[in-house]
């Protein structure tokens, strides 16, 4: 099992850059592919950005392409999303996940099934 914390939300204006972390204690880090899902009030969770267990390979939701940049440090069992050019549609509630690897092959998931471990979330308020 493995327990998940992450921090860094808070509230900036449009245009700020805010990076979000998210610490993981318990199995070994590097055995888990590692996401960031989003959920704003009245709306589902939502997948923003994946990243696979050794950190070479990462996907993203179209509407962070660009702003958004996941990044994981593995001897700190910390995962990280460096979010730029911050819009007020950006507000929710953003939360880590992670997935258990069960296979030799990269595999980016996007699905939040998928996620076997979640964090608590911290809140992001994007003001314009």
């Known amino acids: 099992q493995v327990q998940l914390v992450e921090s860094g939300g808070g509230l900036v204006q449009a245009g700020d850059s805010l990076r979000l972390s998210c610490a993981a204690s318990?199995?070994?880090?590097?055995?888990?592919?590692m996401g960031w899902f989003r959920q704003a009030p009245g709306k589902e969770r939502e997948f923003v950005a994946t990243?696979?267990?050794?950190?070479?390979?990462?996907y993203y939701a179209d509407f962070v392409k660009g702003r958004f940049t996941i990044s994981r440090d593995n001897a700190k069992n910390t995962v990280y999303l460096q979010m730029d050019s911050l819009k007020p549609e950006d507000t929710a509630v953003y939360y880590c996940?992670?997935?258990?690897?069960?296979?030799?092959?990269?595999?980016?998931?996007?699905?939040?099934?998928?996620?076997?471990?979640w964090g608590q979330g911290t809140q992001v308020t994007v003001s314009s």
């Open positions: 996940a992670a997935s258990e690897v069960r296979s030799s092959i990269v595999v980016l998931i996007t699905s939040a099934e998928e996620y076997d471990y």
């Open positions: 990243i696979s267990w050794g950190g070479d390979s990462t």
């Open positions: 318990g199995r070994t880090f590097s055995d888990y592919n």
